[in-house]
């Protein structure tokens, strides 16, 4: 069983959004929202990954493809 979620799904979703389409930096949008930039840049780009898999479901994620590269 996985360590619960510390911030709700809606607040994640709402970040992503705010960061995709804000124009500012990232670092300047966790700062306003009290998040490590790290974490936002890791929601950030779970979800592009997600928005490119739905896109062609056969598609890697960016893990899958670093780890297939190292096993190459």
Same mark, same amino acid.
């Given at each position: 069983?996985?360590?619960?979620? #510390?911030?709700? =799904?809606?607040?994640? #979703? =709402?970040? !992503? $959004?705010?960061?995709?389409?804000?124009?500012? @930096? !990232?670092? $300047?949008?966790? %700062?306003?929202?009290? !998040?490590?930039?790290?974490?936002?840049?890791?929601?950030? %780009?779970?979800?592009? =990954?997600? =928005?490119? %898999?739905?896109?062609? @479901?056969?598609?890697?994620?960016?893990? $899958? %493809?670093?780890?297939?590269?190292?096993?190459?």
């Amino acid at each position: 069983m996985g360590r619960p979620n #510390k911030y709700p =799904d809606q607040f994640r #979703k =709402d970040a !992503i $959004e705010l960061a995709r389409t804000s124009g500012r @930096p !990232i670092a $300047e949008v966790a %700062r306003s929202l009290n !998040i490590a930039e790290g974490t936002l840049w890791n929601w950030v %780009r779970a979800a592009r =990954d997600a =928005d490119s %898999r739905a896109g062609d @479901p056969a598609a890697l994620s960016e893990s $899958e %493809r670093d780890e297939l590269a190292r096993l190459r």
